[in-house]
T-cell receptor, first 113, second 117 residues
Framework: DQQVKQNSPSLSVQEGRISILNCDYT??????FLWYKKYPAEGPTFLIS?????DKNEDGRFTVFLNKSAKHLSLHIVPSQPGDSAVYFC????????????FGGGTRLMVKP | DVKVTQSSRYLVKRTGEKVFLECVQD?????MFWYRQDPGLGLRLIYF???????EKGDIPEGYSVSREKKERFSLILESASTNQTSMYLC????????????????FGDGTRLSIL
């Protein structure tokens, strides 16, 4: 039973437009959410996070939105750049589980020039 | 800056071989993790360790074992490699809880792409 789901395995976007990556979760104990970005043959790198006490966190071109009632979060990238092409993983942490993370299946983003 | 180093970027082994994947971190983190990444399945936790000589099974421990003799080093062992263990293996480390001023629970190495022939 997947507690964190990314229902879109891939997404293709034109350079300069907005990319929206979605993530749904089922566990109400999750209190902290993260997005990791992964290039081929490299480890995941941390991108942005949000605490469950907030509904939005912004860092440059990247914004994460959290809708707790819908158990849904999304990552917006504006404007998208070809260098953003990578696999994006949504992850969640439960308040009672230390730094254990539960990951979604990933979404491959392709930004076309 | 946290550094998690995996000993090999690419590895090719044969079915039935005993395979060792090594991971070293330099931040004195208590927790260390081994994941495998497969397309569409995300990162799945194989084993983790929260202290020296301590280990806990993750979601998919079958066919694997681990060793943590020193705090900085966490080894993943494939006892008898099989073709379905061909995958990208990722090591991560973290402190036991969220650290003030830090927004990143886990730090990852660059991964080892393992092929079992």
């Amino acid at each position: 039973d997947q507690q964190v789901k990314q229902n879109s395995p891939s997404l293709s976007v034109q350079e300069g437009r907005i990319s929206i990556l979605n993530c749904d979760y089922t566990n109400s104990m999750f209190d902290y959410f993260l997005w990791y970005k992964k290039y081929p043959a490299e480890g995941p790198t941390f991108l942005i996070s949000i605490s469950s006490i907030k509904d939005k966190n912004e860092d440059g071109r990247f914004t994460v939105f959290l809708n707790k009632s819908a158990k849904h979060l999304s990552l917006h990238i504006v404007p998208s750049q070809p260098g953003d092409s990578a696999v994006y993983f949504c992850a969640a942490r439960s308040w009672d589980a230390g730094n254990m993370l539960t990951f979604g299946g990933g979404t491959r983003l392709m930004v076309k020039p | 800056d946290v550094k998690v180093t995996q000993s090999s970027r690419y590895l090719v082994k044969r079915t039935g071989e005993k395979v060792f994947l090594e991971c070293v971190q330099d931040m004195d983190h208590e927790n260390m993790f081994w994941y495998r990444q497969d397309p569409g399945l995300g990162l799945r936790l194989i084993y983790f360790s929260y202290d020296v000589k301590m280990k806990e099974k993750g979601d998919i421990p079958e066919g694997y074992s681990v060793s943590r003799e020193k705090k900085e080093r966490f080894s993943l062992i494939l006892e008898s490699a099989s073709t379905n263990q061909t995958s990208m293996y990722l090591c991560a480390s973290s402190p036991p809880g969220m650290v003030a001023g830090s927004n990143q629970p886990q730090h990852f190495g660059d991964g080892t792409r393992l092929s079992i022939l």
